[in-house]
């Protein structure tokens, strides 16, 4: 780092108060101590070294990734938290990747429209077969492929689907839609709702039958250009299944924009007005007529076992309650080198600045007297393989999670310097909110709600493991919306997100360098280190807002509380 960022770092721990200050009357007040930006920026450099590979599940990063992670807590003081005593949770993985295909192309009323594997289709499997085989499959488009009876849509109409190739427009009904227009408002307008991922899109494709499932890419919808569409590079991941549970898709993932303009062109259909139609409750799904899907692509898979690291600092007089914090530790591993000759994508800040901050998190909570509560520290793997390491534990949870009192998560913070405000994702969920506001108070600072709630960054985190199953979460991510930076204020905030993801988002570029300051980050994690000693220290249950779809499920367990 060079000296402006060093002094920052000085200036920030010198000037951050907040976990040496009580928030309320009835906190207890800990030691004066922060977090220490010069540790964290010590683990994200050692983190992001070459000899860990990128920290790809199953590959040799994996391993020495776990090793240095469980040494780390081992000194922090920290004692294991894994199932039986031990330090990690094992995470079974299908490892699946594609090889360059012998067909793929689509069958057309105006001859065969051959289509590139990366340029103009992104696909992966979730198989673990030789090959992707599709023969003919025809090709139905089904708008927006939501089937949520408790907003009264259903853009399906019991049409049978199975053995079809659907493909999806990006995001919710309500994405693009007026006042006049069915759905609006029931979708959260611009803030994506669960159906507007694309993994939602994937799953009602296999509940359908489906056999392939293609999701029309724009940039403004999905929240991301194609590079990080096809960043993975053909490479999937899921966790283990019995064989009645295995998905019928053969092949899942984007068509991009142009290519799908040109499909639905030679089927005689006019896309523009099909996407309007789709606004409607009263969509049908559209069959291309004479056009279906061909594809032969080679599978390599793999059966391999990653690992989330869990150390924890025990309760004292209600051990069996939780507070955990959660990071990943996995990244994209190895690539192809960019300009500067960089093979490994090791996510600096996408997710090693998380890592190395929740380790921080506990060196200060290790400084203090054990609070009453357990308080667990997570690395979560293969997250970006699809929140499956977080997702794992919760189906498998080594605490029970009704007796889980919060997940707080970090997963990408700014680093252009101190700021005015904090972003909130998921304003409206729970009342974890109103403790960001309470304690942002404290530091001088206000609460900012993100600021592209379109891209649906509240679902696209390991907290979501945890919220559908109805344990409350917060999540600080600082994509989410651009900081009011002290220096330069939002335009300067809307600049860095603007260059981190178009530039280095899953890329080689996500790296630790001079132009790194660490002091808005050091203000956001010692906002959510005290919220998570407040929870750890009181008897006090975070709730979820009247409204949230995840209230119903929390309610479900609450004699468990009593």
Not at 316 to 326: C, K, N
Request: aromatic content about 8%.
């Amino acid at each position: 780092m060079h000296t402006r960022s060093l002094l920052s770092l000085a200036l920030a721990l010198a000037a951050s108060p907040l976990l040496s200050t009580p928030a309320q009357a009835n906190s207890p007040t800990p030691p004066a101590i922060s977090v220490d930006a010069a540790r964290i920026a010590r683990d994200v450099t050692t983190l992001t070294e070459d000899v860990f590979e990128g920290r790809a599940p199953g590959t040799r990063g994996d391993d020495r990734t776990i090793g240095y992670l469980i040494a780390r807590m081992q000194d922090l003081g920290l004692e294991p938290a894994g199932p039986d005593g031990s330090w990690v949770q094992p995470v079974p993985l299908l490892h699946t990747a594609l090889g360059k295909a012998r067909t793929l192309s689509f069958a057309t009323p105006k001859g065969e429209l051959a289509v590139d594997q990366t340029k103009d289709i992104y696909v992966s499997t979730l198989r673990g077969e030789d090959s992707a085989v599709l023969a003919q499959a025809p090709v139905i488009f089904v708008g927006y492929g939501v089937d949520a009876p408790e907003r009264e849509w259903d853009d399906f109409k019991g049409m049978d689907l199975a053995g079809k190739v659907l493909v999806f427009l990006v995001n919710d009904p309500d994405f693009n839609a007026t006042s006049d227009m069915d759905p609006y408002g029931k979708f959260g307008g611009r803030t994506m709702t669960y159906y507007g991922r694309w993994r939602y899109k994937f799953e009602e494709a296999a509940r359908q039958g489906a056999v392939g499932a293609l999701v029309i890419h724009e940039t403004e919808g999905a929240g991301y250009g194609w590079n990080v569409i096809e960043s993975p590079g053909g490479e999937n991941f899921d966790v283990v299944k019995p064989a009645d549970q295995v998905t019928p898709l053969q092949l899942q993932g984007w068509m991009s924009g142009e290519t799908a303009q040109d499909l639905f062109t030679r089927a005689g259909l006019d896309l523009a007005a099909l996407q309007a139609q789709a606004r409607s409750k009263d969509f049908r799904p559209v069959p291309l007529e004479g056009v279906t899907f061909s594809a032969d692509v080679p599978v390599t898979h793999e059966e391999i076992t990653s690992h989330n690291v869990l150390g924890k600092i025990p309760g004292t007089t209600r051990p069996d309650e939780a507070v955990i914090y959660g990071a990943h530790w996995d990244a994209y591993g190895k690539g192809q080198p960019d300009e500067l000759g960089r093979i490994y994508r090791a996510g600096a800040n996408d997710d090693a600045l998380g890592v190395a901050a929740l380790l921080d998190i506990a060196r200060v909570m290790k400084a203090r007297p054990a609070p009453a509560r357990s308080v667990v520290f997570a690395a979560w793997t293969a997250e970006e393989r699809g929140l499956l390491g977080s997702e794992y534990y919760a189906a498998n949870p080594v605490l029970p999670l009704e007796k889980t009192v919060a997940n707080l998560a970090i997963d990408i913070l700014q680093t252009a310097g101190p700021a005015k405000d904090v972003i909130l994702v998921g304003e409206g969920q729970n009342t974890l909110e109103d403790d960001m506001v309470r304690v942002a108070a404290t530091q001088g600072r206000t609460v900012t709600p993100e600021g592209l709630p379109e891209r649906g960054l509240f679902y696209r985190a390991d907290h979501f493991s945890f919220a559908k199953r109805g344990v409350p979460v917060m999540l600080l991510m600082g994509i989410a919306g651009a900081a009011d930076l002290e220096d330069g204020g939002r335009e300067a905030g809307q600049a860095w997100i603007d260059a981190y993801t178009g530039d280095c988002y899953h890329q080689a570029c996500d790296a630790i360098g001079p132009d790194w300051d660490l002091a808005g980050a050091v203000q956001d994690i010692d906002l959510i280190g005290q919220i998570g000693w407040e929870l750890a220290s009181t008897p006090r249950w975070p709730q979820w807002k009247a409204g949230s779809e995840f209230k119903a499920r929390r309610e479900e367990s609450a004699a468990a509380r009593n």
